[in-house]
């Protein structure tokens, strides 16, 4: 993704819908220009292009949650990969940072990831290695994720290395949390199926609590963040034995 494509994005963040005149006037390139940088945006999920502007989706949209702070994520992502051999089988639940995981493992390694989620699958269909099981059940059409008993029970057939998750929240004594009952008591029911279970979030998401139980700290092997993560979450997280992998928050110095 280019500079121009990643300020694209902040400005939708901000805005939520501009214009293309407006994008071209205030990036300094013509409409046509930002027309194909819209085109790319779109096909990747990130955004919806709509005649003469662009917009980003519900709130529940992962392409919409894997724009805000993406150069971030893309670190996260990047960093959660390395712990990811050849050959292996992965769970990844659905959300910003796993689908970025996902892309990620899917342009460079032979693994098979078994997903919850359409929107990951669709994500990553053009990838040289995306080799994907996707898991039934009830759709979901805000976060294009399956939930409930089905995914369960399908789940319960695989048995996986690693489980990487995201997370709506953090509170020292329920651990990680979730927004959604189908989607956590799903990941809940995932989680049982690995060997392991990362975590992967941007640090924001240790100042937010969430509604329900997620995964608990004692069952998570490592947290993948960004450096902004409060001392006080960290130092909790690592002495229970949590590992915790920090990437820059900042872009670093061509």
Known sequence: MTDRQDKIL?????SQRVEVSTLAEVLGVSQVTIRKDLDYLDEMGFIRRE???????????????????????????????????????????????CALLAEELANNKQVTIITNSAFIAGHIRHAPYANVILLGGEYQNSSQVMVGSMT??????????????????????????????LRTQTARNMARQAREVYVLTDSDKFLHRGTEGLVRTEQVSAVFTDDR????????????????HKVPSQKLAA
């Open 51 to 97: 005649h003469g502007y662009a917009l980003f989706g519900p709130v529940e949209d992962v392409g919409r949650r894997m724009a805000i702070n993406y150069d971030i994520k893309r670190r996260i992502a990047r960093d959660a990969a390395e712990t990811v051999e050849e050959g292996e089988t992965v769970l990844i639940e659905s959300g910003s940072c």
């Open 229 to 244: 993560i409060m001392p006080e979450k960290e130092i909790f997280l690592q002495d229970r034995q949590v590992q915790i």
């Open 10 to 14: 902040e400005i939708l963040a901000v």
């Open 152 to 181: 369960s029970k399908w789940a319960k057939v695989f048995m996986s290395d690693k489980f990487f998750v995201g997370t709506d929240g953090f509170t020292e004594k329920y651990g990680f949390t979730g927004r959604d009952h």
